[in-house]
């Protein structure tokens, strides 16, 4: 009986969700407990955290799975075309050689969304982009997948939820960076 508690406060700590805020609290956000923050870095014009993702069936071996969130705050004007061009080219001059699968600027919600495959030390991996312009924010979430895990049924669901999530819970001030679906 007194094991029940326990494995309830353990499974609700490792579902729940940590709050995070960037530019000095200008950007906020929600990300999954589970997720591990690797690197953060917090100004008052740029701000970048990145985490790593769980392996599937807690693989230690597997290799890992990022998600980024990198901001700006610039009262130039730049449009979104131009800052998610400059990011990508950013990308493709980096570490894995990445080549453009689908490109889909939103119009709904003024983003832009951009899968990608590269591979790094001999892994297959997706990236997948999410640009947007709001209140001089420039908010860039990139995800770094390893091919292999899209494999795992049960894990993609979870991580395709988790990152659903963290793009609902975007807030700069108290409006939501992205409207909520209809």
Known sequence: ???????VLVLFASTGTSDYA?????????????????????????????????RPRNDSLAPAGNVMIDVALS????????????????EAAGPGTPTIVDDTTWSDD?????LSRGSLRGTPYVL????????????????????????????????????ATLLRSL????????APLQ
């Open 171 to 178: 807030c700069v001030g108290q409006s939501l960076f992205f």
């Open 75 to 90: 009262h130039r004007r730049v449009d979104l075309q131009t800052y998610s061009d400059a990011k990508l080219g950013q």
């Open 110 to 114: 003024r983003s832009r969304t951009v």
């Open 22 to 54: 960037l530019l000095e609290g200008r950007l906020r956000f929600s990300a999954p407990g589970r997720w591990r923050e690797v690197r953060r870095v917090d100004g008052d014009t740029v701000g970048f955290l990145a985490f790593v993702v769980p």
């Open 128 to 163: 997948w982009d999410k640009f947007a312009v709001r209140d001089s924010i420039y908010l860039n979430v990139r995800t770094a997948i390893p091919v292999s895990y899209g494999s795992d049924s049960v894990w993609e669901a979870r991580y395709e939820a988790d990152v």
């Open 1 to 7: 009986m007194k094991l029940t508690p326990l494995l």
